[in-house]
DNA sequence: AATTAGCACTCGAACGGGTAGAGTGCTAAA
DNA sequence: TTTAGCACTCTACCCGTTCGAGTGCTAATT
């Protein structure tokens, strides 16, 4: 499929980029010659550059203008010619230790990572917690908030914590509430959280005939709780690295459109979908992305996983032209952290 | 203290205020006189605007151009010559029915006030939950969350739910759990957080001599759980309204540190802790605000309370150049109404 | 056959002058 | 006290010029 380059064309794309990604500005043959050491004059650059353009790796803003790599180029240099810059042992140790210090739940444990990620990366980082409908439940309990609400807090498998308010007017006592907390235990132990809701519904449906009001009432109260879907949640730290960015400070309408689609949750999370199945890092460069109306950004994600369950991922959002060869292996390396983290609670 | 106008320069003053509200660009004389229907003519009314620009409340960004309101000039429109103007009946209703609707906890309630009060002002809107640790505990629970893991959960007067993952090694069974549950509520019903860890800190004091080994255990893990102090949420929403104001897209130094100033959770906090004790709006204009380095906006404010209990404060932040008249009566309408809201919780 | 020097060409950014227009302040008349 | 009149000021904008970076092409060189 994608044509292949002989070494010299290889090593100007590859000088091309990395020159750009450095200074955002159009790259000129004469830079490049240097760049190799002289080895070939700026006119022989010319002539591979054009060549590089008619592949379409390469383009030119304006006839006397230097060249900036296309998307293709990019995809090019990614796939083939990316030399993985790893962390620095002070950066893997920074990490690790914000990521499990201090912090409670697990929910901490990734918003710190991100929060983190975006310090070193200096780009926008998002992580998306989708999946803990996947998560088993490891307990459920139920517990009196007011006259006439009832606390339902459950506790999934490794760290996560979900509690819903449920309107409930019929006075339960202290007693009763706990033997329903035992029955829906009972039922929900080791299930998903959609998983108890398709249980409580086919339960319902075989209780109608049967006797016992506080397994009626338990069963009624799950189906409250389990109403509406699992919400995932969504964290952006370090929107503002976006402002550092000279193609977005100086275009204000694409930053427009960037600022405007972190607010809108949906937007991120297809942002980030590809990359939620697959432990594997996703880069997809300007266009490649699913969303419309976004192709001036690259998201680098990767999903992250609890034991063999994908719990959802963390990415870096920033401009095309960013610096895959040090942002790679920092989010591989996050999200392999926040794995491993997770696998422990 | 401040200086009082005549009719006429009060009148002047307020159309420049609100022709200048209205288009963001210096406003002539010439305007003003129309805005008046000629009763004065243009050479007037530069006479009185050269007064004004005397007293303070007006200034030129330039020689041959028209006034713009200082920072004085503003506070005097607010303080004295500003119109109201109250909300439609659809927009309270609007506010009424998504602050109550389809949301269970406390929580919810001020995230959509807030995101609905943004759309509907059409600037960025920050909630500010910072007294948790005000209200009276409910109950306490604690329940397992994993071998090594115990989650205590708090209910607090009103919906307000606090949950907390605490270490613990020792393998209590479940009825220990309970019973260590139940002397902590004993101790705690009815306290503020706060208060219960002072609480907790005299017990442990006096328990040392003493012999029950889940007491100790009650006020161990009380402590534990109480050690770092109730954070405070805060939620912003309708960042990107900030783009749609001319000042900031022109100048990108300002929108930049506006932006940042959203990252830092403890500016905002400044920015909105003089509202916290209050019911009144309070308005901090441009370089008022509490916070320096942000002399280009203006923060509209509100604390909200639960019963008596002061919980936070919403607000709007926006440019200097507001529509106070109408920006006023929604933050003022939305705290009372999310007052009322959770005063019934 | 590949490379390169040389050169004409193109385009954008930066600079400067000139103009139009909005708005002012001042003065003198009403 | 108000206002008409007028000179003045300043900015925004247009336009032409220049400068420099970078190109493509061609012909000479290796």
């Given amino acids: 499929m994608t044509p292949t380059l002989d070494d010299r064309g290889a090593q100007v794309l590859r000088l091309v980029v990395e020159d750009y990604i450095e200074t955002a500005e159009p790259v000129g043959s004469r830079t490049i010659s240097k760049k190799m050491g002289q080895v070939l004059s700026p006119a022989t650059i010319r002539n591979i550059m054009a060549d590089l353009e008619e592949t379409g ?3 030119q803003p304006h006839t006397s203008a ?3 790599p296309t ?5 090019y240099y990614i796939n083939y010619l990316l030399a993985r810059r790893e962390l620095a042992r002070s950066e893997r140790d920074l990490l690790q230790k914000v990521t499990v210090e201090g912090v409670s739940g697990a929910d901490d444990v990734v918003r710190h990572a991100s929060r983190l990620l975006s310090n070193l990366s200096r780009h926008a980082c998002v992580v998306v917690v989708s999946r803990y409908s996947h ?3 490891r307990s459920i309990s139920l517990l009196r ?3 006439d609400r009832i606390l339902l807090v459950a506790v999934l498998q490794g760290g996560w914590v979900q509690h819903r308010l449920i309107e409930e ?6 007693e009763e509430l706990e033997k329903i907390s035992g029955y829906l235990n009972e039922m929900a132990v080791g299930l998903t959280l959609p998983q108890l809701r398709v249980r409580i ?3 319902m449906r075989k209780e109608k005939a049967r006797y016992d009001r506080l397994m009626r009432k338990a069963l009624l109260l799950g189906s409250k709780a389990l109403a509406d879907s699992v919400p995932g949640e969504v964290y952006i730290e370090g929107r503002a690295n976006i402002l550092e960015q000279p193609e977005f400070a100086e275009d204000f309408q694409k930053l427009k459109r ?6 809108e949750k949906s937007v991120i999370l297809q942002l980030l979908d590809a990359a939620l199945e697959s432990d594997a890092i996703q880069v997809s460069i300007g266009s490649e992305n699913p969303v419309e109306g976004l192709p001036d950004i690259s998201v680098v994600a990767s999903g992250y996983h609890q034991g063999e369950t994908a719990m959802g991922s963390i990415g870096l959002i920033g401009p095309i032209r960013m610096d895959y060869s040090r942002v790679i292996p920092l989010v591989e390396y996050t999200a392999h952290l926040l794995s491993s983290v997770l696998e422990h609670r």
Same sequence: chains 1, 2.
């Fill in 201 to 203: 519904l086919n339960e």
């Fill in 71 to 75: 998307g293709a180029g990019f995809r």
């Fill in 66 to 68: 230097g060249r900036i």
């Fill in 169 to 174: 007017d019929a006075g339960l006592t202290t």
């Fill in 145 to 147: 908030a007011s006259s």
């Fill in 135 to 137: 998560q088993a439940l």
């Fill in 57 to 59: 790796y390469l383009c």
């Fill in 258 to 263: 960037i600022l405007h689609a972190f607010e």
